[in-house]
């Protein structure tokens, strides 16, 4: 398909291995991830969750430690791709006298027993391809972000690494002499790799990695062969669900933005936060994405965790966001034992932005709720009762929309009546009426709309300009922001509406920049933005598309496929100008906003086919 990534490109060795990029695989299960380079170099993963302490911690530091390697001496050539459809990542090594190895990183995933089988693990399997190859084993964890080494004890197929607060269990068929060693090893057949927890493996590792190998790949691609892609830019698509998927947190429904920390949104820029929570935000925006594919189990999922935190929040006052566990406090700290991405620290874990008065959850919760009432194919779909749990947080959107916050963009050093703040408020409300006219709850129905169209008669008074000829970002402002090219989206304008297509043309004088677009481009706390922001770039070809400037919007489209990985991700925040990839990664955000501009701009399967 037009578009897609180069995934089998070769890379040479002269290129530098020692500096941390962004041209990462993603492995995972929806209960860890781990983050792989273009040599197989596992660089971070966190254990047992997305938001613990990081076993592998490389990623955030530049001492020769916290990874898992499998080394090909004599290393000329490397081929990094995905097994088709599947969350499994293949890595071929190739060195100087014609050797080549692959070897297949995963995180078990598949049915058993009636129930998802998804246990805190690794598989790493390494075949011998061509050649006499040699290979040296390097497993060099650390713990308490990066201010431990686990020490380590060992039996005949095990090596034990014991942290302060967890032991983590290696058991493999290969020599454990050479990999506590580091020893060289000829590789003339397969050796298997299973990193997970402190426990006995009942029966032979080569047999169980190699089914588990197996039946991995198959859950993956019934999986994929349920999704409702579009016609064009199908691999593209099925990458980014895929990422989608790995980023939800299955115990608990909860969807993180990132799986990881600290990686600066622009070189030794300080914006550096620990993205490893559930933003509601984001979490709409994912679960609103799979929906249109058909997915719609991670929906069901969230529901139950944003129930949750209805059912526990103080006067139904919610956060921008939470733990994955739903715990409430994510207090922020920098970790001193890790440099940093090339140093560039701080490296913190938990995010002050939970502290923040942000009104757009209200409209984030009702907004990924609303098709629960609607499609018929739900296990549970929405009752009376949960229409009546989602009116509380309505209560505080009608209340709140034309108060001061932090936005949606959380600046740390002021509040304003931010305007798309106040549209997810009305969208809260607008969702309410709709919902209970499904249910046929006439009075609801009517109150709520009422309420709602009181709110956008408000916003369209005290948000538009008159001399920029469009809704600025705050009531009664000047400067824009490029959430409000989400006001169509969200059905708080209709395309054809003149009001919208004048605001997406400021919003593109102010902050497009080349083919991308900033979220802002005043200073903030930290200075003016320095990089484009993914998936405003998306947003912005999404209204180009409903205010009929389709050729460029497929351009522009074309071109940010272009900007993603080899392995078809994206991160937060773009360098316009040499395109590199900067801010946590791999960002839901931006893969949310490929597979949404897909499904706008691609062929119908019946022009197409």
């Known amino acids: 398909m037009a578009g897609e990534p180069d995934n089998a490109r070769p890379l040479t060795p002269s290129q530098d291995t020692e500096q941390n990029t962004l041209e990462l695989g993603l492995i995972g299960n929806c209960q860890i991830g781990a983050l792989i380079d273009s040599r197989a170099r596992i660089v971070w993963c966190c254990l047992p969750r997305f938001d613990a302490d990081p076993f592998f911690s490389r990623l955030m ?195 993180i933005a990132a799986m ?58 919610l956060q921008p966001l939470y733990g994955i566990g739903g715990e409430a406090r994510l207090e922020e700290y920098d970790v001193p034992g890790l440099a940093g991405y090339r140093g560039m620290g701080p490296v913190r874990t938990g995010n002050a932005a939970y502290g923040q008065v942000q009104h757009d959850v209200y409209g984030a919760v009702v907004l990924a709720a609303n098709q629960a009432f609607f499609d018929e194919r739900l296990a549970r779909p929405g009752d009376e009762a949960l229409f009546r749990r989602l009116t509380l947080l309505g209560e505080q959107a009608a209340r709140l929309f034309d108060k001061p916050d932090a936005g949606i963009w959380e600046y740390r050093g002021r509040a304003r009546v931010h305007t798309y703040s106040s549209i997810m408020c009305w969208a809260a409300c607008d969702r309410l009426a709709r919902i209970a006219g499904q249910l046929e709850l006439r009075e609801d129905s009517t109150r709520w709309r009422q309420q709602a169209d009181r709110m956008h008669e408000v916003i369209c008074h005290e948000a538009w300009s008159e001399s920029r000829q469009a809704f600025t970002e705050s009531f009664g402002g000047d400067t824009m922001d490029a959430s409000l090219l989400l ?27 080349g083919d991308h677009l900033f979220r802002y481009a005043a200073a903030d706390d ?19 598309w409903a205010i009929g400037r389709q050729d460029e919007a497929r351009r522009l489209f074309e071109n940010m496929l272009a900007c993603r990985n080899p392995q078809g991700l994206l991160s937060e925040d773009l360098d316009t100008a040499n395109h590199e990839l900067w801010g946590n990664f791999p960002q839901t955000y931006s893969m949310v906003g490929l597979i949404n501009s897909a499904l706008h701009l691609s062929r119908s399967w019946e022009e197409a086919v």
Request: charged content about 25%; aromatic content about 12%.
């Open 487 to 513: 006001m169509h989206e969200l059905d708080f304008l209709r395309a054809d509406d003149p009001r919208f297509a004048s605001t997406v043309r400021a919003i593109e004088a102010e902050l497009r920049r």
């Open 260 to 317: 990881t920390t600290s990686v600066p949104e622009a070189a030794d820029s300080q914006r550096n936060w620990d993205y490893r929570y559930c933003w509601l935000r984001d979490a709409y925006f994912v679960v609103h994405a799979l929906n249109r594919l058909g997915a719609t189990a991670t929906m069901e999922n969230y529901l139950n965790y944003i129930i949750n935190l209805v059912v526990g929040a103080a006067e139904h006052e």
């Open 61 to 255: 530091d530049t001492q020769d430690r916290g990874y898992f390697s499998i080394e090909l001496q004599d290393l000329a050539d490397t081929r990094q791709y995905y097994q088709r459809n599947t969350a499994i990542l293949c890595t071929e090594l190739t060195d100087k006298y014609g050797g080549r190895i692959r070897i297949n990183d995963f995180c078990p995933r598949f049915r058993q027993f009636g129930r998802a089988f998804r246990p805190v693990a690794l598989v790493r399997r390494v075949e011998h391809l061509e050649g006499t190859p040699v290979i040296r084993v390097k497993l060099r964890p650390t713990s308490e972000y990066g201010a431990h080494t686990p020490h380590t004890t060992h039996g005949s197929h095990h090596i034990r690494y014991i942290g302060r607060n967890r032991v983590t269990r290696l058991t493999t068929d290969a020599s454990i002499t050479y990999v506590l060693q580091e020893s060289p090893i000829v590789l003339d057949g397969e050796l298997n790799f299973l990193l997970g927890p402190d426990e006995s493996v009942t029966e032979s590792v080569t047999t169980m990695c190699q089914r588990f190998h197996s039946e991995t790949a198959t859950y993956w691609q019934e999986w994929v062969r349920g999704l409702a892609i579009p016609f064009d830019w199908q691999n593209a698509v099925i990458r980014a669900a895929t990422t989608l998927k790995l980023s939800t947190f299955e115990d608990t429904g909860a969807v």
């Open 526 to 544: 930290f200075g003016r933005p320095e990089n484009a922001f993914n998936i405003c770039t998306f947003w912005y070809i999404d209204a180009l």
